[in-house]
C-alpha cells in the first residue's frame, strides 16, 4: 500500500528555518520523483519543488529558490523539504506527492500525481 505521511510542520517567526518530512512507503523509491506543494487558505495549490533521484535534480518555484531546498534519502525512505528565511506568504498546508514518472516532468502542474498525503500546516507569524 503506496502511502506518503507528512511530518514537522508548526508555527515558525518570520525569518525562521523549518525542515518538512515526507515518509514514504509501499513501492520503490527510486521509481518515482516526489514533489513538495503548498495550499494556502482559499487559495489553490502550488507545486513548491521536486526532487528525482534518476533525473539527479530538483526543481524549485521561482519564488523559494535560494531558500528552500530538497532532498532525498534512499535508506530512510525520506524526502526532505528545508525551508529557510521563511515569511508569512509561506503560511500553508504543505502536501508531499508521489510523480507517476522518475522525473520531474510537468513542474509547476498538479498533473501526474497518483498519490498524495495529508499535510502538514506550516504557519509563519508572531
Known amino acids: 500500500q503506496v502511502q506518503l505521511v507528512e511530518s514537522g510542520g508548526g508555527l515558525v517567526q518570520p525569518g525562521q528555518s523549518l525542515r518538512l518530512s515526507c515518509l514514504v512507503s509501499?513501492?520503490?523509491?527510486?521509481?518515482?520523483?516526489i514533489a513538495w506543494f503548498r495550499q494556502a487558505a482559499g487559495k489553490e495549490r502550488v507545486a513548491v519543488s521536486c526532487?528525482?533521484?534518476?533525473?539527479?535534480?530538483?526543481c524549485y518555484h521561482y519564488d523559494v529558490e535560494g531558500r528552500f531546498t530538497t532532498s532525498k534519502y534512499e535508506t530512510d525512505r525520506v524526502v526532505y523539504l528545508q525551508m529557510s528565511s521563511l515569511n508569512l506568504k509561506y503560511t500553508g498546508v504543505y502536501y508531499c506527492?508521489?510523480?507517476?514518472?522518475?522525473?520531474?516532468?510537468?513542474?509547476?502542474?498538479?498533473?501526474?500525481?497518483?498519490?498524495w498525503g495529508l499535510g502538514t500546516q506550516v504557519t509563519v507569524g508572531f
Open positions: 506527492a508521489r510523480l507517476k514518472y522518475d522525473r520531474c516532468y510537468n513542474f509547476g502542474t498538479d498533473h501526474g500525481y497518483d498519490y
Open positions: 509501499g513501492f520503490t523509491f527510486g521509481r518515482h520523483a
Open positions: 526532487f528525482s533521484k534518476t533525473g539527479g535534480n530538483s
